[in-house]
């Protein structure tokens, strides 16, 4: 199996920055894409940011210029640099990655951690 752990959340002013790290371990042959989503109380999860392997990029609109997704290949991590913070930026935040997983049969899943929360005050 894979596991993702999530780490970096916590409570900061409006206009401050946080950095989220996420960490992929387990039966991993590969990782093709990492991204970062986030859910409030009674909103579907939507997706914040999103790197390929080869390092390209995109980002939801309201987070652009403000959010920077990275990631170490050679570590299994992703991360989230964000600057900048609004209070509307409140939310936990979700790590995924879509594994190529080792094993007898190869094949191709996505995994989930279990969420960090960012708390932006005013």
């Known amino acids: 199996q894979v596991q993702l752990v999530e780490s970096g959340g916590g409570l900061v002013q409006a206009g401050g920055s946080l950095r989220l790290s996420c960490a992929a371990s387990?039966?991993?042959?590969?990782?093709?894409?990492m991204g970062w989503y986030r859910q409030t109380p009674g909103k579907q999860r939507e997706l914040v940011a999103h790197i390929t392997s080869g390092g390209s990029t995109n980002y939801e609109d309201s987070v652009k210029g403000r959010f920077t997704i990275s990631r170490d290949n050679a570590k299994n991590t992703v991360f989230l640099q964000m600057n900048s913070l609004k209070p509307e930026d409140t939310a936990v935040y979700y790590c995924h990655a879509d594994v190529t997983v080792r094993g007898v049969w190869s094949h191709s899943a996505g995994y989930w951690g279990q969420g960090t929360q960012v708390t932006v005050s005013s």
């Open positions: 387990g039966s991993i042959f590969s990782i093709n894409a």
